[in-house]
């Protein structure tokens, strides 16, 4: 490493440590644990359900009321999609063990990235309207910091946030 990328380096460090971590402002959490959490898919209809796919089970969780109901194991790590018989023939993303992503922008101009300065510890950074943690730490939230981050990202109407980790799953949903 020469001494430009040390610099740059600290810097980042320096901004990262700036960050609050917590739950932002207008949004609530809930955490499950989650043995062996493999994939997680947001319904693109049903906006508030959430697939949860792990190496024990397939659930369905709506983000709304907090309920989880049990599915048949239906899931495709080719492709990966799911079905679940709650949300009759839609087929979900997901995201987790073999690839995919979920969103990281929501349409009210928020947006979830990952930082790992001391990888393999990764921290998942809200960004609210549009603000960008190196510009204005102070505004951004620290919500999820691990070691295994399998997935995370919004539901597609930007209600919901979802961050799964090998065994745990934290659901923020908007107030």
Same mark, same amino acid.
């Given at each position: 490493?020469?001494?430009?990328?040390?610099? $740059?380096?600290?810097?980042?460090? &320096?901004?990262?440590?700036?960050?609050?971590?917590?739950?932002? @402002?207008?949004?609530?959490?809930?955490?499950?644990?989650?043995?062996?959490?493999?994939?997680?898919?947001?319904?693109?209809?049903?906006?508030?359900?959430?697939?949860?796919? /792990?190496?024990?089970?397939?659930?369905?969780?709506?983000?709304?009321?907090?309920?989880?109901?049990?599915?048949?194991?239906?899931?495709?790590? @080719? &492709? !990966? #999609?799911?079905?679940?018989?709650? !949300?009759? &023939?839609?087929?979900?993303?997901?995201?987790?063990?073999?690839?995919?992503? !979920?969103?990281?922008? /929501?349409? @009210?101009?928020? #947006?979830?990235?990952?930082?790992?300065?001391?990888?393999?510890?990764?921290?998942? *950074?809200?960004?609210?309207?549009?603000? $960008?943690?190196?510009? $204005?730490?102070?505004?951004? *939230?620290?919500? /999820?910091?691990?070691?295994?981050?399998?997935?995370?990202?919004?539901?597609?109407?930007?209600?919901?946030?979802?961050?799964?980790?090998?065994?745990?799953? &934290? #659901?923020?949903?908007?107030?």
């Amino acid at each position: 490493m020469n001494a430009s990328d040390i610099e $740059h380096r600290k810097r980042m460090l &320096d901004i990262i440590q700036c960050i609050p971590t917590g739950i932002p @402002d207008g949004w609530e959490k809930a955490t499950y644990a989650v043995g062996g959490l493999m994939y997680l898919g947001f319904s693109n209809v049903r906006t508030e359900k959430l697939v949860v796919i /792990s190496s024990q089970k397939q659930s369905i969780i709506d983000c709304k009321t907090g309920s989880k109901t049990y599915s048949a194991e239906n899931y495709d790590e @080719d &492709d !990966l #999609i799911a079905l679940a018989e709650e !949300l009759g &023939d839609e087929i979900v993303p997901i995201a987790g063990d073999g690839g995919g992503g !979920l969103r990281r922008f /929501s349409k @009210d101009g928020n #947006i979830l990235v990952s930082v790992a300065p001391f990888w393999p510890m990764e921290k998942i *950074i809200f960004m609210p309207n549009y603000t $960008h943690y190196t510009l $204005h730490p102070e505004q951004c *939230i620290i919500i /999820s910091e691990s070691y295994e981050i399998k997935a995370f990202g919004f539901s597609k109407c930007g209600n919901y946030i979802a961050v799964g980790t090998s065994d745990t799953l &934290d #659901i923020f949903s908007k107030i």
